[in-house]
């Protein structure tokens, strides 16, 4: 395991292919925690949006150019819909291919192998290994299904959501409900009818969206305290709506320097640091939730929920009685 994280940290590609795997097995935890202190150094973007938008052609061109600028990319590539060697990501590995043999990209696909809170786990794994690793920019691509999406990009710090004209009447952010999570907004396939009314709809969409609702920047209701909020004062980010034809590397350039602008913002208004602490808080607590669940369960007799949910269902016991009986065994 320290031979694995030793070779990480010196560039072995190897011992990073050989980590993400652990880490997508769930077998990374010993790994993680030597590489932490080694995180924290990358910017995080995530890409979603519906199936054929062109993400991964952006991501792809996005790369592209970082390169041309001396950065180096590790790009993750999501998708809960396929099986593992499914279609879609075999097609992105082709869409990719001219990032390959270039030392200073590295590609991996994930997609689920169970259910998706386990997805969004792998993936925050995966971009700490990637960002230990050293790459200055990692991309998470994802296929934009709502909540899941939430939860997957939440680890992002700029998050990008794709539209393209032509997918029917409706502009797919907006049905999926992923319109709040995104920083960036890009309306690809520009060269197709129906650019405007795109565009026009997503503008009218972020209109209507309350200011304050972007404050609470993909966060979560959270049992405790959350940690300092930004003053009421902070500059808000308005989401600049970007046209791209990725195909042919057209606006990629404004993607970029809307990155720039988005991570600018973030670290002079001070928000970086404080959007970081409710995630972390929000990962503390959901790990300590899933510990504690998990020593209760086996601390207890094999059929004792079983047990409560009949006393429960026949009115000799409410449901709150039952927690404090669970909680006994802790
Ligand atoms: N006309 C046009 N086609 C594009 C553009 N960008 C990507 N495509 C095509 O759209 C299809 C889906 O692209 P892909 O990047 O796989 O989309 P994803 O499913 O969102 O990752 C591919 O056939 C691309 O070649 C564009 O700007 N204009
Ligand atoms: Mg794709």
């Known amino acids: 395991m320290i031979d694995l994280v030793a070779g990480l940290l010196t560039g072995n590609r190897r011992a990073l292919a050989r980590l993400l795997t652990l880490v997508e ?3 990374g935890d010993a ?3 030597e590489l932490y202190p080694h995180t924290g150094k990358a910017w995080i973007i995530g890409v979603t949006g ?3 938008t062109g ?14 600028g001396g950065k180096t990319v590790g790009i993750i590539a999501v998708d809960p819909t396929s099986p593992f060697s499914g279609g879609a990501i075999l097609g992105d590995r082709i869409r990719m291919r001219d990032l390959s043999g270039d030392p200073g990209v590295f590609i991996r696909s994930m997609a689920t192998r169970g259910n998706l809170g386990g997805l969004a786990r792998a993936t925050r794994d995966a971009i700490r290994v990637l960002d230990a690793a050293g790459f200055d920019v990692v991309i998470v691509e994802t296929v934009g299904a709502g909540q899941n999406e939430v939860d ?7 998050t990008i959501v794709v539209e393209a004209p032509g997918l029917g009447d409706d502009v797919q952010a907006i049905k999926a409900g992923i319109l709040e999570i995104a920083d960036v907004l890009v309306v690809n396939k520009a060269d197709r009818h129906g ?3 795109t565009v026009n709809a997503l503008k009218m969409m972020l209109e209507l ?6 404050m609470s920047h993909h966060g979560r209701t959270l ?5 300092a909020q930004p003053p009421a004062n902070a500059p808000l980010w308005q989401p600049p709506i970007l046209q791209t034809v990725a195909a042919e590397g057209k606006g990629v350039a404004d993607v970029l320097s809307a990155i720039d602008q988005h991570r600018a913002h973030l670290e002079h208004s001070g928000q970086l640091a404080l959007l970081e602490a409710e995630r972390i808080q929000t990962e503390l607590l959901d790990r300590l939730r899933d510990a504690l669940l998990a020593k209760i369960v086996r601390a207890m007799p094999p059929d004792t929920v079983a047990e409560l949910v009949k006393q429960i269902q026949t009115r000799q016991l409410d449901p709150h009685s039952a927690v404090d009986a669970l909680l006994r065994f802790l």
């Open 25 to 27: 097995n769930d077998q």
């Open 31 to 33: 790994a993680l925690a």
């Open 50 to 52: 519906a199936p054929g």
């Open 55 to 68: 993400k991964s052609t952006l991501v792809n061109e996005v790369t592209k150019t970082y390169r041309a």
């Open 152 to 158: 997957i990009v939440r680890t992002a710090h700029t």
């Open 195 to 197: 650019v405007n009314h």
């Open 209 to 214: 969206g309350h200011p304050a609702d972007k």
């Open 223 to 227: 049992a405790v305290q959350t940690p």
